[in-house]
Each structure stands twice: as C-alpha cells, then as structure tokens.
C-alpha cells in the first residue's frame, strides 16, 4: 500500500521554466508535508515544507501548492535552473511534535534542467 | 555545526554475514532513524529511537535491528545478509518540537553491497 503517491517519475524542464512535481497522500492523519532534495552520492536534504493548515508557502524560488480537501500537494520550482537537476521526494508524517517520528516518501521524481 | 554523519560510507559484504552501520546525529537531536533506499521501493522506514528507545519500527524482517547509545549515537544491525539487503542505509536525526513541526536531516548514507 502506497500512502504517498508521486509523479512524474521524470521530468525535463528547460532552463528557467516552471517545474511542477505532484504528490497525493491517503492517510488524512498526516499533519507535516516536507520536501526533499536528493543529488547523486547524497543524502536527502530538507528543501520546504508546510502544514495543512495553509494552502501555499513559499521560499525563494520554491513553492508549495496545498489541497486538503483534495489531499494533494505539490511543488513548484519557479525560474528552474541546471543547478536544480536532482532527484525530489515528497514526504508526510503524523504526530509531529510528540510521539514516534517517522516520514513516508513518495517514490522521487527525477528533474533534469537542461540549458 | 556539524550534520548527520554516517559510518562506513562504503560496504561490501558476502550474503550470509552482519554488518553494523553507525550513526551520530547532530549534536542536541535525540530522535535518530533509519531509512533503506533502493531503486525499486524507494525510502522505506526501518525504525526509529529516543532516548534509548525503539519508539517505532517499519515492515522489516527481525533480521533488521538497532539501538541507541545515551549519547544518542545509534548503530543497525542487519544479519544473514541477503543480496536484496544491497541499498543505500541512511540515518536521520531530528529535534522534536512539542507543538512544532520536526524537521529530519539525513546523513550522506551507508551503501551497502551483498554479493
């Protein structure tokens, strides 16, 4: 059973284009909505993240897109450059603040920025 | 301030053997956690501690362990390896925040090789 759904499994953006990456989740427990970076021969590092209480949140050149009612969520990369070619993964948790502390991934959609 | 940091990066191991890997997490995080990631079933949950505690565990075989030491470092233990144990392990430290959301930061990962 996948909780976390993501797609695409790829994508390829030109150089200051929009890169959009969706994620649907089926546990409505989840209350915390990371997003992570992941380059080759790394590990995955914290990027954004939002709570469902509000519907977008935005640093930098990322954003996140929230629909509770849908339990969507997506992530916006505004002005995508090459230096932004890696591999994302969504992620929710339940309960954070108190309690067993554990992340589930969606499955990582690699984006490839080209010139 | 220093990350996660994960030891050995690099293992190779024949099917049939243990292995330990060992993590110490940023200093003041007491939550740490591990995540198998493979190509196939991507970041996969394997149990999580505090304070010396097994607060959680993922859908592992018991071939899979851990603990934590009082400083909060944390070892996993996997043994009679098999060839499908070959993956990247990764450790993630967190600092709960009553009331907050808890932010995980990996390390760069132990890969792991069965032959």
């Known amino acids: 059973q996948q909780q976390v759904k993501q797609s695409p499994q790829s994508l390829i953006v030109q150089k200051g284009g929009i890169s959009i990456i969706n994620c649907a989740y089926e546990?409505?427990?989840?209350?915390?909505f990371p997003w992570y970076q992941q380059f080759p021969g790394k590990g995955p590092a914290l990027l954004i993240a939002?709570?469902?209480?509000?519907s977008e949140k935005k640093e930098g050149r990322f954003t996140i897109s929230f629909n509770k009612s849908a339990k969507q969520f997506s992530l916006h990369i505004m002005d995508s450059q090459p230096g932004d070619s890696a591999t994302y993964f969504c992620a929710a948790s339940k309960g954070s603040g108190a309690g067993s502390y554990q992340l589930t991934f969606g499955k990582g959609t690699k984006l490839s920025v080209i010139p | 301030k220093a990350g996660v940091t994960q030891t050995p990066r690099y293992l190779i191991k024949t099917r049939g053997q243990q292995v330990t890997l060992s993590c110490s997490p940023i200093?003041?995080?007491?939550?740490v956690s591990w995540y198998q990631q493979t190509p196939g079933q991507g970041l996969q949950f394997l149990f999580e501690y505090f304070s010396e505690t097994q607060r959680n565990k993922g859908n592992f075989p018991g071939r899979f362990s851990g603990r934590q030491f009082s400083n909060s470092r944390s070892e996993m233990n996997v043994s009679t390896l098999e060839l499908g144990d070959s993956a990247l392990y990764l450790c993630a430290s967190s600092l709960v925040r009553q009331g907050g959301n808890t932010e995980a930061f990996f390390g760069q990962g132990t890969r792991l090789t069965v032959v």
């Open positions: 939002i709570r469902p209480d509000v």
């Open positions: 546990n409505t427990a989840f209350d915390y």
């Open positions: 200093s003041g995080h007491r939550s």
